[in-house]
């Protein structure tokens, strides 16, 4: 009794330290930009709103920012689903390898998805026509990079069900096209909505793709609070601007939210085992899915090698070779910046996975209200937009101590980003140990310390690598907090490579690709590595 | 009225369905009868057009269906764990098959009355079906079959799911529903009491092929292969030696007119052993278990020789027993293909 007391007083103080973590690296951030939003200097006042309001422009931002996001979400799930229905229903050879692969673009650094979408349709790209500025370039990156939400979410729902029950309508009269659309469509619409506010939260706050590859009238709010704080130096219009975002972000979670708890009453049946392909309309369709896949996944990608491989009058490694070399765009030589993301990446794991995996076993032990609202607190981070953090990081962490200029600043905010999906990660799998095994081993005769080690452990540890192959993902690819709190003298990748990229030349641009190819190589490694570690039975993405 | 002809179905280098032929006329119940992984539902899943066959046809009233797709058959299927829709009410699930062919309104709303009652689920048309029970998620799939008046109705182990007490009711209510409806029946099942309570024939299969078709008395009483009796539960066989009208047990003698001279394979039913004080087989109770109301006994009668033996009283192992033997309920079961060992 007094071991189990002890046990529980140590499981309060893991609550704490997440809890005290959020306090002073989130909120407290979060606050400071409110309150420099509605306090200017001399009491409350709602001055900095209408000064936004009085500027037609900002209008048109947030008007772009809303409809852009609508339609990259519409395009994305009406792609998305017949690959989620090619992978889910399929069986082909290297199924599992597309299956896999399907995710990649998804974890691809945004930088690196703008560089690539540069290279296939920017100046001199590969396709031969100049597409920035469009709405259309940025629609086709948010759709490459947004693809696999939808397919790994909606195909997950759909090998989870019971082909019986299609088989039934089948059978009760209803053609090939009236079950998908009476049968198979309202059973997979909380999938689809599901991975439809994803990718809408996702779009909405889109920072890196928008920034490489739009212009002033093809500009999202949060490229407008980045443009307002660090360019103009309006820290108060960024501020109320933060504010309004983080108002309709957290709108939107709210209402996700709300439907994902109502959708959990729905018990899905029996798993489908994927068939071969019979006649030939089911192969012709699921070649022109494959085909569809391989094109919109793989050609960013090639391009984006083809052309760091580019050198004046054929190919070379020559932009690779630049990397070594000093230049006036960086205080360092831009091989350093691989070395500083790595560093960046390896702190920010740490943090994330040490303070994630605490908050998950307090969500995952805890299933009621304590439970629920904890979750709630840790989710926070993930609908507050990166740049906001990164300006909140700016705004606040002057008092009591200034920080704001720590190396180490950079490795808290990635981790503040990651933490999120380290806690997504990990409770289903810790929810997993059941208690059965826990009582099992305990009516063998093992001590409450001794279950742990054999039960918990080994399964936690699975979870520990599978959330920080995430983390170092996430870290690898930040770019909208990086942008404000990494020092000059110590860039990212993401932020090097951006540099490059604003810059006009070819040789620069060269670089910047070369870079990037670097990039999406250790993020792909970090990546396939984590796809290796999965356990089949966790679902998402 | 269907007419299935050598029906065979691969998957990979495994039949599942090995040249079964099957017919079923109007009005008839038919109980596909067989151990799991027989075939039994694949054979379904043909008939019922949700799977092709590699070779062999399914005619419906004398035309070829082989080809034609599910939806365009008209037949009723109801599946296993019932594959309701659950994102449909419970009436919505019973109209579905109604809209697919065009009923509405008020029509389709009293069909679905009416068959809610036929159900027993009368005022439940509004619920979801997710917080239903198991057998009333069953009644709900049997109402949702029967809806569009199907001619053939097709049921893949339908109360296979539930506790024993509601699959006793159940059988009797679906007995009687099957008299109701004119519809031709295929009833698949893996316990015997179910086919035989249910159907006018029963069809046992194994291995993919049909093993066994007759009503369920002449199975009963006269098994057409080994596998067929041990699967209905008897499992006495006994090797005599037939001449001059008698059959040579080696422990006793019976008098048989009817079995061909030479060695035989017999099958003793259940009730041909009984302990009789003045019977003259003695023999040794080596094993005595209770059930139903009946005391079933092992008794050994020659070495190695044990047969089952029913006795309405308890006897201790280890007393002597003598038997009686009635040769009626004795039959030859031809050696063919099915040997004891593979059951």
Redesign the interface.
């Known amino acids: 009794m007094v071991r189990d007391r002890a046990l529980r007083r140590l499981a309060g103080a893991a609550a704490l330290v997440p809890l005290g973590f959020l306090a002073y690296f989130f909120v407290y951030p979060v606050l400071s930009i409110l309150a420099s939003a509605f306090f200017p200097p001399g009491g409350f006042g709602l001055d900095a709103f209408r000064e936004l309001a009085a500027r037609r422009s900002l209008l048109g931002v947030a008007w772009f920012t809303v409809w852009q996001a609508v339609v990259s979400t519409l395009v994305t799930v009406a792609v998305g689903i017949p690959g989620a229905h090619a992978l889910a229903r399929h069986e082909f050879r290297g199924r599992k390898l597309v299956r896999a692969a399907t995710i990649v673009p998804f974890v691809m650094p945004t930088v690196v998805v703008g560089s690539a979408f540069l290279a296939l349709l920017g100046r001199n790209g590969a396709l031969g026509i100049d597409m920035r500025g469009t709405v259309w370039l940025i629609l086709a990156a948010h759709v490459f990079y947004n693809y696999a939400v939808v397919v790994r979410t909606v195909g997950t729902a759909w090998e989870r069900m019971d082909p019986r029950i299609e088989e039934a309508a089948r059978v009760l009269g209803a053609s090939p096209w009236r079950t998908f659309r009476s049968v198979t469509l309202p059973m997979l619409r909380p999938a689809i909505a599901s991975a439809a506010s994803i990718v809408f939260l996702f779009t909405l706050t889109s920072f890196g793709v928008i920034l490489i590859l739009g212009n002033l009238a093809t500009a999202t709010i949060e490229v407008e609070i980045w443009r307002l704080a660090t360019s103009l130096i309006d820290l108060r219009g960024a501020a109320a601007l933060a504010t309004i975002q983080l108002v309709a972000v957290t709108a939107v979670l709210f209402a996700y939210s709300r439907y994902q708890e109502r959708r959990s009453v729905q018990v899905q049946p029996a798993a489908a085992r994927p068939t071969r392909p019979a006649t030939w309309r089911q192969r012709a369709l699921l070649a022109a899915n494959l085909g569809f896949m391989a094109t919109l996944l793989l050609a960013p990608l090639a391009v984006l090698v083809e052309r760091a491989l580019r050198v004046d009058g054929g190919y070379g490694i020559g932009n690779f070779r630049r990397l070594l070399v000093d230049t006036p765009i960086l205080l360092v030589k831009p091989v350093a910046s691989v070395a500083y993301s790595l560093a960046y990446a390896a702190g920010a794991t740490v943090v994330a996975v040490t303070i994630g995996l605490m908050a998950a076993a307090v969500v995952a032990r805890r299933r009621g209200l304590v439970g629920r609202w904890f979750d709630t607190v840790l989710m926070l981070p993930l609908g507050t937009s990166a740049v906001t953090l990164g300006f909140g990081f700016l705004v606040a962490l002057d008092e009591p101590v200034d920080i704001r200029a720590a190396v180490w600043l950079v490795a808290i905010g990635h981790a503040l980003v990651a933490i999120p999906f380290v806690v997504r990660i990990t409770v289903p799998i810790m929810r997993s140990i059941r208690v059965r095994l826990r009582e099992a081993a305990a009516v063998l005769g093992a001590s409450p310390a001794r279950v742990w080690r054999e039960v918990d452990l080994p399964v936690i540890g699975r979870a520990a690598l599978v959330a920080a192959g995430f983390s170092l993902a996430v870290s690898l690819g930040e770019f909208g907090a990086t942008s404000f709190l990494a020092r000059p003298d110590a860039p990212t990748m993401p932020v090097a490579i951006y540099r490059f990229l604003s810059r006009p030349g070819s040789v620069n641009f060269g670089v910047a690709m070369a870079l990037s190819v670097v990039l999406m190589v250790v993020t792909t490694v970090a990546v396939l590595a984590v796809e290796r570690l999965r356990p089949d039975d966790t679902s998402g993405f | 009225m269907l007419d299935c002809r050598r029906l065979t179905v691969r998957f990979g280098a495994k039949a599942v369905l090995d040249d079964a032929s099957i017919a079923v006329e109007p009005g008839e119940v038919v109980a596909v009868l067989g151990p799991s992984g027989s075939g039994k539902s694949t054979l379904l899943r043909v008939i019922?057009?949700?799977q092709?066959p590699n070779s062999g046809a399914v005619l419906w009233r004398g035309d070829d269906i082989t080809s034609t797709?599910?939806?365009?058959?008209?037949?009723?299927?109801m599946?296993q764990?019932y594959?309701?829709?659950?994102?449909r009410s419970v009436a919505a699930n019973v109209a579905?098959?109604l809209?697919?062919?065009r009923v509405g309104g008020a029509v389709a709303r009293s069909r679905v009355d009416e068959l809610l009652d036929l159900v027993g689920l009368t005022g439940m048309a509004g619920r979801s079906v997710?917080e239903l029970s198991g057998g009333e998620q069953q009644r709900v799939a049997l109402a949702?079959t029967l809806a569009?008046s199907p001619e053939l109705v097709m049921l893949d182990e339908p109360i296979g799911a539930l506790d024993r007490a509601l699959r006793d009711d159940l059988t009797v209510e679906l007995a009687a529903i099957f008299r109701d409806i004119e519809a031709a029946v295929v009833y698949v099942t893996h316990d015997q009491g179910e086919a035989f309570g249910l159907a006018d024939r029963v069809v046992v299969m194994r291995h993919g092929a049909i093993v066994g078709d007759a009503p369920p008395d002449e199975l009963w009483r006269r098994p057409p292969n080994e596998f067929v009796a041990r699967f209905l539960g008897m499992d006495t066989f006994v090797t005599a030696v037939v001449s001059g009208g008698v059959a040579d047990l080696g422990w006793t003698s019976i008098p048989m007119a009817d079995v061909p001279p030479g060695r035989n394979r017999l099958l003793l039913r259940p009730e041909a052993m009984t302990v009789d004080d003045a019977g003259k087989i003695e023999g040794v109770v080596v094993g005595s278990t209770f059930a139903a109301g009946r005391y079933s006994l092992s008794v050994e009668v020659d070495s190695g020789v044990r047969l089952a033996v029913g006795s309405p009283r308890p006897l201790s192992v280890g007393s002597l027993v003598t038997l009686s033997i009635d040769p009626s309920a004795i039959v030859i079961v031809p050696d063919g293909q099915s040997t004891s060992s593979d059951v």
């Open positions: 019922a057009g949700l092709k797709p599910a939806h365009e058959r008209g037949f009723g299927l599946f764990d594959a309701l829709f659950p994102h579905f098959g809209e697919m062919r997710t949702r569009p």
